[in-house]
């Protein structure tokens, strides 16, 4: 079965660059239409989409946020990265890795993270 | 970019009624692009509904969704305990990128 899981540092102080992995299982990211991306949701706040790549290495990103992201994929190790600089507490959140088999419709969530951005 | 707006906000109801949520688009919405998922507290979003009125793998048919162009209902016939949770709809496969809903809560009355 498909499951995604994040793993990153739960505290990041203000300006500097966060680093997130997921890493799956159960299916793979060079299968035609695939794509692996980011959800965060502040606490008690809404979710919202951060990036997504496909199995071609098309990368997407929100465009609120596309001059702070990076997301690259490795398909021998199963896993995705997301990097975002300079980061503020705003950004203080559950980061959720997901899966999409359609564009941008999300049919398998990793459990998430909580990053915490304080000094 | 599209914007969805959800209402209510909260929507406080019994087990055995039923449950209309709403989701409404700045613009019309392709080809029914819309999907809708559930969050119980402490966990991940699960996917529910896609294309406006197709239930996911698993999902109790009283669930059902509605709507084209740019309005859209979440519709659950009967609510059972496990129902009380926060729904948010999703536009989805758009350039440049999805959106969500800002949530409904439904909570137990």
């Known amino acids: 079965q498909i499951t995604l899981k994040e793993s990153g540092p739960t505290l990041v102080k203000p300006t500097q660059t966060l680093t997130l992995t997921c890493t799956f299982s159960?299916?793979?990211?060079?299968?035609?239409?695939?794509?692996v991306g980011w959800v965060r949701q502040p606490p008690g706040k809404a979710l919202e989409w951060l990036a997504l790549i496909y199995w071609n290495d098309d990368r997407r990103y929100s465009p609120s946020l596309k001059s702070r992201l990076s997301i690259t994929k490795d398909t021998s190790k199963n896993q995705v990265v997301l990097t975002m600089t300079n980061l503020d507490p705003v950004d203080t959140a559950t980061y959720y890795c997901v899966h999409s088999q359609l564009q941008q419709l999300f049919d398998f969530w990793g459990q998430g993270t909580l990053v915490t951005v304080s000094s | 970019e599209i914007v969805l707006t959800q209402s209510p906000g909260t929507l406080s109801l019994s087990p055995g009624e039923r449950a209309t949520l709403s989701c409404r688009a700045s613009?019309?919405?392709?080809?029914?692009?819309l999907a809708w998922y559930q969050q119980k507290p402490g966990q991940a979003p699960r996917l529910l509904i896609y294309?406006?009125?197709n239930r996911a793998t698993g999902i109790p048919d009283r669930f059902s969704g509605s709507g084209s162009g740019t309005d859209f209902t979440l519709t659950i016939s009967r609510l059972e305990p496990e129902d009380f949770a926060v729904y948010y709809c999703?536009?989805?496969?758009?350039?440049?990128?999805?959106?969500f809903g800002q949530g409904t809560k439904l909570e137990i009355k």
């Open positions: 294309g406006a009125s």
């Open positions: 613009q019309s919405v392709s080809i029914s692009y």
């Open positions: 999703q536009h989805y496969l758009s350039s440049p990128g999805c959106s």
């Open positions: 159960g299916f793979s990211l060079s299968t035609h239409g695939v794509g």
